[in-house]
């Protein structure tokens, strides 16, 4: 079945697929890419649509949409909740699901688009927690081994952004994701700046579950970067390029910064942006940078697929310009000429 993939896409733009199939469950899941990969065929494994941006010839190949929901759970005094939900469960129905119920480690994480699938690979992250910190397995199909592996959550190789499922991308295909969560009213600590002051908060302190989750999700409506039909700013994949983690050496004078790991430092991909002579609602033909977030690229209702990969070329060869830095894409791209 041949289907447009704009209509699939955050972006809303994208040509056709040369075969769509809807994966209801693990086994059809499985069938479906080990054929294509028996077959050769390309193979696209599509979520929410909220991280990938399709060019407008399509995708020469298979497209799976992940559509398993499947949900088991056990809560318990010591070890909390362990709940296991299929890849096609929306991220943030489970998120405020875990609010209602007062299991604590999601709320921080509210507002973002996409499907529990998608999010391990990613090791989605926002104002100062990560997926890393819930997960206590992801359940995989291994397409070369050809068997179901699971993983545990020191097996995950999570990092900033990433994981062993990114750095494998066309290995894996996430079935169910597993978390671990303690059962509470208060949230984990507020760890970032901008979340502790729309709480009135200090930093490291906690706010009840449902408190911080409605200011998370203010926040990134700000920003555009909470899906809205009427908010054409929300045309988009979010933030579209990574913090870069760097050398201190290499940390231009008045960034903004963070302290990484071994040493390193992550500067703001948005800081670099602006001081390179980027701003908010500059376009390029079609495409536009957010009229709220620098670091969201648009589509206001015309663009195409390639004028928004323009776009993003454009912001890394004026931050490449100006600073020696590399900005590194968060969206995944199908379809183009490499």
């Not at 992550?266 to 495409?287: C, F, Q, T």
């Amino acid at each position: 079945m041949s289907v447009n993939l704009s209509s699939h896409t955050t972006f809303k733009v994208g040509g056709p697929a040369s075969e769509f199939f809807i994966a209801t469950d693990e086994n059809e899941a499985i069938r479906l890419v080990s054929e294509a990969d028996q077959k050769s065929i390309p193979v696209l494994i599509l979520g929410g649509g909220s991280n990938i941006l399709v060019a407008d010839s399509g995708f020469s190949g298979r497209v799976i949409k992940m559509a398993m929901t499947g949900d088991s759970r056990s809560v318990d005094s010591c070890s909390g909740a362990m709940i296991t939900i299929g890849a096609g469960r929306d991220w943030d129905e489970f998120v405020k699901e875990c609010v209602d119920k007062g299991f604590v480690g999601l709320e921080s994480l509210s507002g973002i688009p996409g499907t529990i699938g998608a999010a391990p690979i990613q090791n989605i992250g926002a104002y100062g927690h990560d997926l890393s910190e819930v997960v206590a397995r992801v359940r995989t199909f291994d397409r070369i081994a050809k068997e179901v592996v699971t993983f545990t959550q020191s097996e995950c190789g999570f990092t900033y952004r990433s994981s062993r499922f990114k750095e494998n991308p066309d290995r894996y295909l996430i079935l169910d994701v597993t978390f671990q969560m303690k059962e509470g009213e208060f949230s984990l600590p507020i760890l970032y700046p901008e979340l502790a002051e729309a709480l009135d908060l200090q930093e490291e302190e906690s706010a009840t579950l449902n408190k911080v989750r409605e200011a998370v999700i203010a926040i990134r409506a700000k920003k555009g970067m909470v899906l809205d039909s009427n908010d054409p700013d929300t045309n988009s994949a979010g933030s579209f390029f990574t913090n870069p983690v760097v050398d201190p050496k290499k940390v231009p004078d008045g960034a903004t910064s963070w302290p990484s790991d071994n040493g390193r430092v992550k500067i703001s991909a948005a800081w670099l942006m602006e001081n390179a002579g980027i701003s908010k609602g500059m376009k390029l033909a079609g495409a536009s940078i957010s009229s709220k977030h620098v670091l969201a690229l648009t589509n206001p209702g015309n663009a195409s697929a390639s004028e928004i990969k323009a776009l993003a070329d454009y912001c890394q060869i004026k931050v490449r310009e100006r600073f020696g830095i590399e900005l590194e894409r968060e969206v995944r791209l199908f379809g183009f000429a490499q």
